[in-house]
């Protein structure tokens, strides 16, 4: 497969599609998130979901709340970084399971016009070479992509992100979690991968 | 509010999709370049992205605040797991989605597989595990 995107434009257009949904929704892109979205029922009540799309009355709540807790002295912090914490319009509504859909939909969207920018959609259903030559092919080839398919399922919902919700977006926001979770895994598959590349030499 | 987050949705999901494919993070073959540090353009492309990012964020401001990512029990555990799975397969969790786009049917089989694995994590966690993840997930 040929591809002419040099390295930087290839970068700039991962920072751009994580910002633009920054920007667009004040959403963290984190592409395993949205899979759990889809995947499970929401746990969200009604009351609370209609709490979460209106901030005016979220704020209130939190409020009524923290008096509840504390007494009826207790108010917004004093520092600006915990009050910016408390503040009800950076609380998102989780996207709805049909939302998470349209998404996972979308990527397949984006996908398809990539093949039809670059001549057309070649149906096909085959193991790829490389993963042939090294791993395997066949029904034991199919065994390993499907096993290894649930050991990426697994892990990332273990981990809590992915390559976009751990490299990407928490790796740029120096997140613990993240910086941690990516070098395993990078290391990891580097490793394996070193293995597996070893086999067909 | 609804319609602006189904058209970051579908804005951010094609645009994420098509860059991925045309970037080559879809093909079996440059992402076994990468991770076997023989053919440096993806991992290039990453980091560049991250960097891009870091200032991107402080242009920003108050982005920084807006997710918390802690260091948990299942974090290192189950970054191993991922890594592995991504060393075998070649596929990240979007991956196998735009290569059924790109007409790749055989991505069928690594994405039953994440989605069995997804789906089964919570159940494991729930039964065996039961540590602290910091966030409202399982």
């Given at each position: 497969?040929?591809?002419?995107?040099?390295?930087?434009?290839?970068?700039?257009?991962?920072?751009?599609?994580?910002?633009?949904?920054?920007?667009?929704?004040?959403?963290?892109l984190g592409v395993s998130g949205i899979m759990t979205r889809a995947?499970?029922?929401?746990?969200?009540?009604?009351?609370?979901?209609?709490?979460?799309?209106?901030?005016?009355?979220?704020?209130?709540?939190?409020?009524?709340?923290?008096?509840?807790?504390?007494?009826?002295?207790?108010?917004?912090?004093?520092?600006?970084?915990?009050?910016?914490?408390?503040?009800?319009?950076?609380?998102?509504?989780?996207?709805?399971?049909?939302?998470?859909?349209?998404?996972?939909?979308?990527?397949?969207?984006?996908?398809?016009?990539?093949?039809?920018?670059?001549?057309?959609?070649?149906?096909?259903?085959?193991?790829?070479?490389?993963?042939?030559?090294?791993?395997?092919?066949?029904?034991?080839?199919?065994?390993?992509?499907?096993?290894?398919?649930?050991?990426?399922?697994?892990?990332?919902?273990?981990?809590?992100?992915?390559?976009?919700?751990?490299?990407?977006?928490?790796?740029?926001?120096?997140?613990?979690?993240?910086?941690?979770?990516?070098?395993?895994?990078?290391?990891?598959?580097?490793?394996?991968?070193?293995?597996?590349?070893?086999?067909?030499? | 509010?609804?319609?602006?987050?189904?058209?970051?949705?579908?804005?951010?999901?094609?645009?994420?999709?098509?860059?991925?494919?045309?970037?080559?993070?879809?093909?079996?073959?440059?992402?076994?370049?990468?991770?076997?540090?023989?053919?440096?353009?993806?991992?290039?492309?990453?980091?560049?992205?991250?960097?891009?990012?870091?200032?991107?964020?402080?242009?920003?401001?108050?982005?920084?605040?807006?997710?918390?990512?802690?260091?948990?029990?299942?974090?290192?555990?189950?970054?191993?797991?991922?890594?592995?799975?991504?060393?075998?397969?070649?596929?990240?969790?979007?991956?196998?989605?735009?290569?059924?786009?790109?007409?790749?049917?055989?991505?069928?089989?690594?994405?039953?597989?994440?989605?069995?694995?997804a789906l089964v994590h919570p159940l494991v966690h729930r039964r065996?595990?039961?540590?602290?993840?910091?966030?409202?997930?399982?």
């Amino acid at each position: 497969m040929t591809t002419t995107w040099p390295w930087w434009m290839g970068a700039m257009a991962l920072a751009g599609v994580t910002v633009g949904y920054w920007l667009l929704d004040r959403r963290v892109l984190g592409v395993s998130g949205i899979m759990t979205r889809a995947l499970n029922r929401s746990t969200t009540t009604a009351g609370e979901q209609a709490l979460l799309s209106d901030p005016s009355a979220l704020e209130a709540a939190m409020l009524a709340a923290t008096r509840a807790e504390f007494g009826e002295s207790a108010g917004l912090p004093s520092s600006p970084d915990l009050q910016d914490a408390c503040d009800a319009s950076s609380i998102k509504a989780p996207l709805s399971r049909p939302q998470a859909a349209l998404f996972l939909g979308s990527l397949m969207m984006g996908g398809l016009l990539s093949s039809l920018l670059r001549g057309g959609v070649s149906v096909r259903f085959a193991l790829p070479e490389v993963f042939e030559r090294s791993v395997g092919g066949g029904a034991a080839g199919f065994a390993v992509m499907f096993l290894g398919g649930i050991l990426v399922g697994f892990g990332t919902r273990m981990s809590g992100g992915c390559t976009s919700g751990h490299g990407l977006t928490g790796c740029s926001r120096l997140q613990p979690g993240s910086l941690v979770s990516t070098v395993v895994f990078l290391g990891t598959a580097i490793v394996i991968s070193l293995l597996l590349a070893g086999r067909v030499a | 509010m609804k319609n602006r987050t189904t058209l970051a949705v579908m804005a951010t999901g094609m645009g994420l999709g098509f860059s991925l494919s045309q970037i080559g993070f879809t093909d079996y073959a440059q992402m076994r370049g990468m991770l076997t540090l023989s053919d440096w353009r993806l991992m290039l492309v990453f980091m560049g992205a991250v960097a891009i990012l870091m200032g991107a964020w402080r242009v920003l401001d108050g982005a920084l605040r807006a997710t918390s990512r802690p260091f948990h029990k299942g974090t290192i555990p189950g970054a191993v797991l991922f890594g592995a799975g991504w060393a075998l397969t070649g596929v990240c969790p979007a991956v196998p989605l735009v290569q059924l786009g790109e007409g790749n049917l055989a991505a069928i089989v690594p994405l039953m597989g994440i989605i069995v694995g997804a789906l089964v994590h919570p159940l494991v966690h729930r039964r065996f595990f039961r540590w602290s993840s910091g966030t409202c997930e399982t």
